[in-house]
Nanobody, 121 residues
Framework: QVQLVESGGGLVQAGASLRLSCAAS????????MGWFRQAPGKEREFVAY????????QYGDFVEGRFTISRDNDKNMVYLQMNYLKPDDTAVYYC??????????????WGQGTQVTVSS
C-alpha cells in the first residue's frame, strides 16, 4: 500500500512563500514520476507541477509563471513544491500525486489527502 502525506500548507498574505512537502511511504519506488495538483472551492482540479523520477524533467501549469519550483529527494522519498509570490488565486487544497496513468497533467494512480493553502489579500 502506498501513502502520500502532504504538509506545509497554511494561511499567508499575498506575496509570501510556502514550501509544501509530500512524504511517500509504503510500497514506493523512488523513481516514480510525481506531481502536484490543486483544487479551489467550486473549481475543477488543476495541474500544478510534475517531476520525473530522476528529477531531470519538470513541467508546470501555465498559471505558475515561474513562481513555483518542484523538487525531490529520492533518498528520503520526498517531493517538494516551493511556492513564491503567492496570490489570493492560489488559494486551494494542494494534492501530491504519484505515477501518472498517461498524460502527466492528468490522472495519477496515487493521491494524498491534501493540504490547505490560503492566501489573503
Amino acid at each position: 500500500q502506498v501513502q502520500l502525506v502532504e504538509s506545509g500548507g497554511g494561511l499567508v498574505q499575498a506575496g509570501a512563500s510556502l514550501r509544501l512537502s509530500c512524504a511517500a511511504s509504503g510500497w514506493v519506488r523512488n523513481y516514480w514520476d510525481m506531481g502536484w495538483f490543486r483544487q479551489a472551492p467550486g473549481k475543477e482540479r488543476e495541474f500544478v507541477a510534475y517531476i520525473s523520477g530522476s528529477g531531470s524533467s519538470t513541467q508546470y501549469g501555465d498559471f505558475v509563471e515561474g513562481r513555483f519550483t518542484i523538487s525531490r529527494d529520492n533518498d528520503k522519498n520526498m517531493v517538494y513544491l516551493q511556492m513564491n509570490y503567492l496570490k489570493p488565486d492560489d488559494t486551494a487544497v494542494y494534492y501530491c500525486a504519484g505515477v501518472p496513468k498517461g498524460d502527466v497533467r492528468g490522472e495519477y494512480f496515487y493521491w494524498g489527502q491534501g493540504t490547505q493553502v490560503t492566501v489573503s489579500s
